[in-house]
């Protein structure tokens, strides 16, 4: 069995060894595009360091020796620097862009590529919203992680490096002068950074329950209303955006931290510079367009400063949705195909369809224990039901044969392969479901239909429709097989999902059938409809069906009576109401059930 997920796991890799990996898994490939932008933003630190030196001739030449012949070089000279300056810019973040976006793009396909392998379990037991946020949320901060840790390593890093050599080549001791403050900001900056990855990963749990209450609210919203449960969905979504909007807050305010820092030891620096500096000046010692340079290479420098300052934050951030996406990557499926598995065909390519479950026995936890030794028999072209009360294990049968779960002990074979032993594919491939929760996608009557066979062409697809007495309805449609059957086929009946989802398992045409109370919840008319459709797809193949309405299983070939996770009774419909056993008081007790419905109808 699959171990239990939940969404608020908490970080637990370091920061060096979660950059490790993701330099390694998601950056490295990009290593000749970012190449790339690092000399666009080597471009651009000469060029602001530049622009800071040429601050001395401005002075000096034009302003203070009054230099005419110097107005034009000077001039051009500043005008194709910060011409430069903006190419190299937009190369630098047309390139960063790129490389972060096709992150976003590959972490979302791995991480939709690992869920998809996925056993049901997992998905029993995760968070839905949990998982959509680290879609949404997780791998974007991470993104944004990615981008600006470049973009301040390569262009903000460069700059700097830059503008602190013209200081120094100004005045290398007034350099030292100004610059021996900001080390001591690095000590808090780092704490802060700690603490904005804390805070991160608490919002990002928040985020992912957000979304599971609007998407359960959304699909519930007839139950919400039917029951007058606005005032109570409004305020459990006001509690949990409170909670994300404190957070925030608590984000925006440790982020906010590292600028009064910053802002004041830069005070502190400009204001020493200014006094130090300027009595140099006033000496004679310096002039003033190298002072002016020296000033300007100093003001320029604040900002990248400033941004390498709160680096860490960023970076926190992302790694903190960084740790969580590679916490589901690492995941494992409770239920894999083994190395040699074969295909579930036989030589001549075809599978018979006998299913045999020999001294089944299996529990969805230790407290809740399903089959306690079921031994059952489909035979090949057969069709056999399981009937019994809620809870007596059926829908967990019919789990085991795809290899939904697996079993804790004995085996579920299929013409003699343990179904452990096959492919999921050819296991999987010759099997088709249809059951009472039926599943429709957003998207049109043909590719709904279309969902149980790959590349069917359009007349296969019809006849699909025809045989599962669908077609005509579809055409009643506004669009016909066009129309957009809406979020679970909610803009259809449940006779008409119903009938999709036949004419869908019709295409598939596997020679294995399981129907998992396919009628239950319908009315009397679209039954009728359904049963009609349901006959003409058991027709010649292996069927297993868990009926609620023992009236629709009477021409089973088998009948098998599960109680307590086990086979109380088999036999025909003749043979069970003979025997007078569980099954006779079954079938009396619904009878006279129905009986009873009737006579009030009638009245």
Not at 132 to 149: E, G, K, P, Y
Not at 259 to 265: A, K, N, R
Not at 271 to 298: K, P, Q
Request: net charge neutral; glycine share 8%; charged share 20%.
């Amino acid at each position: 069995m699959a171990a239990a997920f939940h969404t608020d796991q908490p970080q637990h890799a370091s920061s060096a060894s979660l950059l490790a990996r993701l330099f390694r898994e998601s950056v490295r490939r990009y290593a000749g595009l970012i190449g790339l932008a690092l000399l666009c933003m080597a471009v651009t630190a000469g060029a602001t360091a530049l622009s800071a030196w040429l601050m001395e001739p401005v002075v000096n030449d034009i302003f203070v020796a009054r230099d005419r012949d110097m107005l034009m070089p000077v001039g051009l000279a500043v005008f194709a620097v910060f011409f430069v300056k903006g190419l190299a810019n937009y190369g630098q973040a047309v390139l960063m862009a790129r490389v972060g976006l096709r992150i976003i793009a590959d972490s979302q396909n791995r991480l939709f590529d690992k869920l998809s392998r996925m056993d049901v379990q997992f998905f029993h037991d995760a968070n839905t919203g949990g998982l959509i946020s680290r879609f949404l949320v997780d791998i974007n901060q991470m993104r944004v992680a990615v981008s600006t840790a470049w973009t301040s390593l390569g262009k903000d890093l460069l700059t700097l490096v830059g503008l602190i050599g013209v200081t120094f080549y100004q005045d290398w001791q007034l350099a030292l002068v100004a610059f021996f403050v900001f080390p001591v900001a690095l000590l808090p900056i780092v704490r802060l950074g700690g603490r904005m990855r804390k805070v991160t990963a608490n919002t990002q749990r928040e985020m992912g329950l957000f979304t599971t209450l609007l998407e359960q609210t959304f699909q519930g919203i007839r139950v919400v209303k039917a029951y007058g449960m606005e005032v109570y969905e409004r305020s459990r979504v006001g509690d949990i955006v409170e909670r994300i909007f404190g957070l925030n807050m608590k984000a925006e305010r440790t982020r906010a931290l590292s600028s009064p820092i910053m802002e004041t030891l830069g005070g502190v620096a400009v204001g020493v510079v200014v006094i130090y500096g300027g009595h140099r000046v006033i000496e004679g010692v310096t002039d003033a367009g190298s002072f002016f340079s020296f000033i300007t290479a100093l003001l320029l420098a604040y900002e990248p400063m400033k941004r390498l300052a709160n680096l860490n934050a960023v970076l926190q951030q992302g790694l903190a949705g960084a740790d969580r996406l590679f916490q589901m990557l690492d995941m494992e499926p409770a239920i894999v195909e083994r190395p040699n598995a074969r295909d579930l065909a036989d030589a001549n390519g075809t599978v018979e369809g006998r299913i045999e479950l020999s001294q089944v026995r299996f529990a969805y936890s230790p407290e809740q224990v399903a089959l306690r030794g079921v031994d059952l028999d489909v035979p090949a072209g057969k069709t056999v039901a399981l009937v019994g009360p809620s809870g007596a294990g059926k829908s967990t049968i019919l789990n085991l044969i795809p290899r939904f779960y697996d079993v804790d002990a004995g085996r579920v074979t299929i013409d003699g392969v343990d179904v452990r032993d096959a492919t999921f594919a050819s296991l999987r491939g010759a099997l088709a479901l249809v059951s009472q929760e039926v599943t429709l996608f957003d998207d049109t009557v043909r590719a709904n239909i279309a969902y149980g066979r790959a590349g069917a062409s359009e007349t296969e697809i019809v006849e699909a429709a025809r045989h599962a007495a669908a077609h005509d309805f579809i055409m009643e449609l506004p669009d016909g097989y066009d129309t957009q059957v809406g979020e679970q086929g909610v803009k259809l009946s449940g006779g008409q999902r119903q009938r999709l989802a036949i004419a869908r398992a019709m295409l598939k045409n596997a020679p294995i059938l399981l129907l998992d109370e396919a009628t239950s919840a319908l009315d009397t008319e679209s039954e009728r409809q359904v049963q009609a459709a349901l006959e003409a797809l058991m027709a010649d193949r292996t069927t297993l069906v868990i009926a609620h309405r023992l009236s629709t299983i009477v021409r089973a070939d088998l009948i098998y009576v599960i109680l307590d996770g086990q086979v109380a009774e088999q036999g025909s419909h003749g043979e069970l109401l003979a025997r007078g056993g569980h099954y006779k008081r079954l079938y009396e007790l619904q009878f006279a059930s129905e009986a009873d419905l009737r006579r009030a109808a009638g009245r």
